[in-house]
Structure formats: structure tokens, C-alpha cells
């Protein structure tokens, strides 16, 4: 049970799971089997919760693309506090995802992946010319669920994950409607549902969208 | 100024007792006096024009006199008829005093019910609240945007239907509430007697703990509204499959 009560892995992302604050307990970069493996089940359980807010049919959950997400904001986490590496190593300390990203995978990995903007602004704030804040914009230009938040060229985006699948169309315009994100919802991709979504509450629900629509 | 010489005349009248009531009309001249001698009621202090009014020449049975010396003279006479009534002069508003009557036209007895009744109303008032099956909550749910769930507040009414409380309410088929306070009540109907809805509101719902969901046959059920819940998809869906549940066990 040591590995259990040492899991500071399993332990970081609890806590920014439930509390959304990042706690670091020691500069230990690598992560073992059995490490991962409760964090995936942790993380499994998670989704199920959240599974339960899909409109839709909800995909399952993807364990590879959940646990890449963890590991990757929990070792940039670890990169932001203690830097001891070159900036040569960061494309090995975190590797790009390899497998097909659907929309399983999308909705898998945001449950980690939500948190990365946040570190990137906190990055920003330490060094804003790190190189890491160049990898992590990079992954977040393939997993741009994750980021509606956070500023980034819409047209260099890839919409066609979100375009075949009507749960996670859904999803995403919850959350452009809900983090107002006007250049998104501005998007063909989503403006004609969005606009439809609001109908005739729109200056009700959100003011700013439903006065451009009528200006332009 | 020259003095009015007709206002040196004093009138009197004379009138039996037994028909005091007719003077009621001349009671509001308080500048008359009035005094009984035995069964004759007196009146005196009348000027010219009071003398020769309307009110005056209504009077039935009264005899009118005007002084001159101490003798007193029949109106339009020459001739002394009697001597000056030697009597104590009163004003004339204490003297006949008013009685109300005892009957107030106010008065609503305690022990008579008021009927509470809905009636339709052409005032037009938005709707905040609906009660609809759970099956169509069911199916439109499922696919709505979270934006327009976030402002509805709901709870499970009796199984199978849903109540909705929030602006703007989802686009479904349901039977819509507007609000009066604490008091819901049917879209198009409003209280008989809206007036009491303050009384009713205190007398069914003393503690403002509850939503108050009235019919339109002025019947009506309490909903706590610490029972209402915000609306979303996850709490809907655990909370109708905790109630399939809870119904089969």
C-alpha cells in the first residue's frame, strides 16, 4: 500500500479536480505503472460523473487519451515550479498524443486538459518567453475543446472532430456561450446553433452576441 | 352702512311638540333658538328670507308669528294674538339632537366565508413557472443547450410530471404559472378578489417557505422551495432515475 499513499501523481490531480488548485509535493518527474493506473481510475469515475451532463450519447471514456492529459499537465505543472531541464528535453518530457482523437478522446483529456490555459497564464506571468509556453499553445491548438477560454487563431483550428459528432457539438457551444467566447460562437461552425440556441431570449442570455448579429 | 331694517322683525314659530320631526330641516340654521312652553315647541331668530323659504312653508302644522312690543302677531296680521312665549331658549342643534341610526351599512359580519375563486383575467402577465410530463422534459433535455437550463429551477411534482420555475421557461407544451408573490397561478386566471392575495398568501404560506401552485378550480399545492433545485441534465437524470428507483422498489 506504499505506492498507494505515495502516489503524488494521483494525488496532484485529485486535488485539482476537486479543488482546481495544483498542488506539487516534489520535483519527481517520471510516474509509475501503478501510479497510472489508479489515476486512470480515478479519472474514469470522474467522467462518469460528468458523463452525466453529456447532451446526447455520451462517448466512453477513452483511458489512453485521460491519462496523456494528466500526465501532461501534471508534468508541466512540474516544469512551471521546478526547472531543472533543458528546453531540448521538453518535447520528450511531453510527448504529443499518438492515437486517433476522436470525440471520446476530446472529452477524456479535457478533464485534465481544462486546467492547462490556466497554467499557461501563470507561465506567462513567470517567464513569457519560456519555450514551454510554446509546446503547451501547441498542444492546445489540437485539443482546442480544452481551451475556449484562451485566445488563440480560430482559423488554424481542426473543427472536424467537433463537426461529426452532435454531443460534443454541443458540449462545445455550451461552453463558448458560457465562457462568452465571441470570436468562437462567431465561427460557421457554431454561430448558426448557437443563434438558434439563444432564439429570441438572445439579448436576455447574451447581450453582446445577439447586438452583433443585428449589426452585422 | 344702513341697517337692515327687515332683520328688526322677529318671526317665531310655533309648532306642537308631538311634530318635532318636522323641523329637521330647518335644524341647519344654528342661529335659531328654540324653547318649550308646555306641549309648544318655539322657534324664533328666523330672518326675512329663512321665514318665507321653501323649508319654512314645508313644514306642516306650524303656526308663524312676528313680534312687535311684547305682543306677538300673527304672520300677515294686524291684530295681536298673544302675548311673547316666556320660555329658555336653546340653540336649536342642542336642542333637537341627531340619532344615527343604529344600523351601519358597513358592517360585514365576522362569522360570513369569503369563496376564493380563479376567474380569467385579460391582464396579461409573464409566465415563470410550468408543470409539464417528464417525458417531454425527458426528450428536449437531452439535446438543450445548457444556456437555457441555467436559469430554470425545477423538482419532480408527483412522478411523472416536472415543475419548471425560472425566466425564460424551456419551448415546451406544459401548463404555465404566473407569479403574485408566492402564489402561482394559471396563465389567463387571476384571484376573484385579488385584493386578498396578500391574506391568503399569510394564511397558507406563513413562512414564505413555499411555492403556493394554484389550479384553476381554487384549489392549490405547496411546493417548499428548498425542494426546488436548479436544472441540469446530470440532475435530471439523477434524480428521475433515483425516482424509477424508489417507484419499483
Avoid at chain 1, 505506492?3 to 488548485?21: P, S, V
Avoid at chain 2, 358597513?106 to 415563470?128: M, R
Wanted: aromatic share 10%.
Amino acid at each position: 500500500m506504499a505506492g498507494h499513499t505515495d502516489n503524488y501523481f494521483l494525488k496532484m490531480i485529485q486535488n485539482l479536480r476537486k479543488h482546481e488548485d495544483v498542488l506539487l509535493y516534489d520535483n519527481i518527474l517520471n510516474t509509475t505503472v501503478e501510479d497510472e493506473k489508479e489515476v486512470v481510475d480515478f479519472l474514469n469515475e470522474e467522467y462518469s460523473l460528468e458523463a452525466l451532463n453529456h447532451p446526447y450519447q455520451s462517448p466512453e471514456f477513452n483511458s489512453h487519451a485521460s491519462l496523456w492529459a494528466a500526465k501532461t499537465v501534471y508534468i508541466s505543472a512540474q516544469l512551471i515550479l521546478y526547472r531543472e531541464n533543458k528546453d531540448a528535453d521538453l518535447s520528450t518530457l511531453l510527448p504529443g498524443f499518438t492515437s486517433e482523437v476522436n470525440t471520446a478522446a476530446v472529452l477524456s483529456a479535457d478533464l485534465c486538459l481544462r486546467f492547462l490555459p490556466d497554467l499557461i497564464i501563470q507561465l506567462k506571468l513567470i517567464d513569457s518567453e519560456d519555450a514551454l509556453i510554446q509546446v503547451l499553445e501547441a498542444t492546445l491548438k489540437q485539443w482546442h475543446y480544452s481551451s475556449v477560454r484562451y485566445t488563440q487563431d480560430i482559423d488554424l483550428l481542426d473543427f472536424a472532430v467537433v463537426n461529426s459528432d452532435p454531443c460534443l457539438h454541443q458540449l462545445y457551444c455550451n461552453r463558448i456561450v458560457q465562457q462568452r467566447s465571441m470570436a468562437l460562437a462567431k465561427h460557421p461552425v457554431f454561430y448558426d446553433s448557437i443563434r438558434s440556441q439563444l432564439g429570441i431570449y438572445g439579448s436576455e442570455l447574451w447581450n453582446e452576441f445577439s447586438l452583433s448579429n443585428h449589426s452585422s | 352702512m344702513a341697517e337692515d331694517v327687515a332683520s328688526d322683525i322677529n318671526y317665531y314659530l310655533a309648532i306642537d311638540e308631538t311634530n318635532k320631526a318636522d323641523l329637521a330641516q330647518i335644524r341647519q340654521w344654528s342661529k335659531l333658538k328654540v324653547g318649550l312652553e308646555e306641549s309648544i315647541l318655539w322657534v324664533k331668530d328666523f330672518d326675512y328670507a329663512q321665514i318665507n323659504s321653501v323649508e319654512v312653508k314645508s313644514i306642516p302644522f306650524k303656526t308663524l308669528y312676528y313680534s312687535k312690543g311684547s305682543k306677538l302677531y300673527l304672520l300677515n296680521s294686524q291684530l295681536p294674538d298673544r302675548p311673547l312665549p316666556s320660555v329658555l331658549w336653546t340653540p336649536i342643534e342642542r336642542a333637537l339632537p341627531v340619532r344615527l341610526p343604529s344600523f351601519n351599512h358597513n358592517y360585514f359580519g365576522i362569522h360570513e366565508k369569503i369563496n376564493i375563486q380563479l376567474v380569467s383575467s385579460d391582464v396579461e402577465a409573464e409566465p415563470v413557472a410550468m408543470i409539464l410530463p417528464m417525458e417531454i422534459l425527458s426528450t428536449y433535455i437531452t439535446i438543450a443547450p445548457a444556456v437555457r437550463l441555467e436559469k430554470i429551477r425545477w423538482t419532480i411534482l408527483d412522478g411523472d410530471n416536472a415543475f419548471l420555475l425560472g425566466k425564460p421557461l424551456l419551448p415546451l407544451p406544459g401548463d404555465t404559472y404566473w407569479q403574485r408573490k408566492d402564489l402561482l397561478l394559471p396563465t389567463g386566471f387571476d384571484l376573484e378578489l385579488s385584493i386578498l392575495s396578500d391574506v391568503i398568501q399569510k394564511r397558507i404560506n406563513p413562512g414564505r417557505d413555499c411555492w403556493a401552485i394554484w389550479n384553476a378550480d381554487a384549489s392549490y399545492a405547496l411546493v417548499p422551495k428548498e425542494n426546488v433545485h436548479p436544472l441540469s441534465l446530470m440532475s435530471f437524470r439523477l434524480s428521475s432515475k433515483r425516482f424509477s428507483k424508489d417507484t419499483s422498489e
